[in-house]
């Protein structure tokens, strides 16, 4: 099948080849995004090859029906993405805590107690402190409570969690960083997908699609002709 180039094919091609630059081959993880990245980008070399190349009369219901899979397709790759992702994440949590020794002490009521009658800049100094320690005895304390248990705003708890898990286990921050960068490859391809669907599946919108690409056309004739 001839591989036909449009603005679609174009975008999802890049996010093809964004994501064999940051894949590892290995890795089961990306090779099931990769598997979901790559049936999308054939169906939708599909659907641009049906249409860029009519049979028949009932070309348009053809294109619609092509347009139809490549929804279906879109659509189940989203599940399947999002419950991918969310055991990925659950998997990484797991690893960063059991890593970093964020694990619930004896004294966690006291040190969520004693943090939460301290001044703003102490209790960043103290929370610092145990982040240079490796405390994750009592950086659990904090980490896993409420945070007005310990005075401190949430957008610093995740910031304060995420220096700490830095710090004590950068591989698997990494790998983490690595995965969902990939997911969110697949997901933008997903997005494109359903888009080129939605407009391949309405008549009107199809319609308007090949008139603006014929006067695409015309002009570009023109310029080289000129």
């Known amino acids: 099948m001839e591989k036909?180039?449009?603005?679609?094919?174009?975008?999802?091609?890049?996010?093809?080849?964004?994501?064999?630059?940051?894949?590892?081959?290995?890795n089961k993880g990306h090779k099931d995004l990769q598997v979901k990245l790559n049936d999308l980008a054939a169906q939708l070399q599909a659907?641009?090859?049906?249409?860029?190349?009519?049979?028949?009369?009932?070309?348009g219901l053809t294109v619609q029906r092509a347009a139809a899979r490549l929804k279906l397709l879109a659509e189940e790759g989203a599940k399947a993405i999002t419950a991918k992702s969310k055991e990925a994440e659950i998997s990484f949590?797991?690893?960063?805590?059991?890593?970093?020794?964020?694990?619930?002490?004896?004294?966690?009521?006291?040190?969520r107690?004693?943090?939460?009658?301290?001044?703003?800049?102490?209790?960043?100094?103290?929370?610092?402190?145990?982040?240079?320690?490796?405390?994750?005895s009592s950086l659990a304390a904090i980490f896993d409570a409420p945070p007005f248990l310990t005075g401190l705003a949430p957008k610093d708890t995740s910031k304060f969690r995420e220096q700490f898990f830095q710090s004590t286990a950068p591989d698997i921050v990494k790998a983490r960083d690595v995965?969902?960068?990939?997911?969110?490859?697949?997901n933008a391809a997903i997005r494109t997908a359903l888009n080129v669907a939605s407009e391949l599946?309405?008549?009107?919108?199809?319609?308007?699609?090949?008139?603006?690409?014929a006067e695409a056309s015309r002009a570009e004739s023109a310029l080289k002709g000129a």
């Open 4 to 26: 036909i180039s449009t603005t679609n094919t174009t975008a999802i091609d890049a996010l093809c080849q964004r994501f064999k630059e940051k894949h590892d081959p290995q």
């Open 47 to 59: 659907v641009e090859f049906t249409r860029k190349n009519p049979q028949g009369s009932d070309h």
């Open 93 to 111: 949590e797991r690893s960063l805590r059991e890593h970093s020794g964020l694990t619930n002490g004896p004294y966690a009521v006291e040190i």
């Open 113 to 136: 107690q004693r943090l939460n009658e301290m001044k703003p800049g102490e209790r960043v100094k103290v929370v610092q402190a145990m982040i240079t320690a490796k405390d994750g």
């Open 179 to 186: 995965y969902r960068e990939l997911s969110e490859h697949v």
């Open 201 to 213: 599946s309405d008549p009107r919108k199809l319609r308007e699609l090949e008139l603006r690409e």
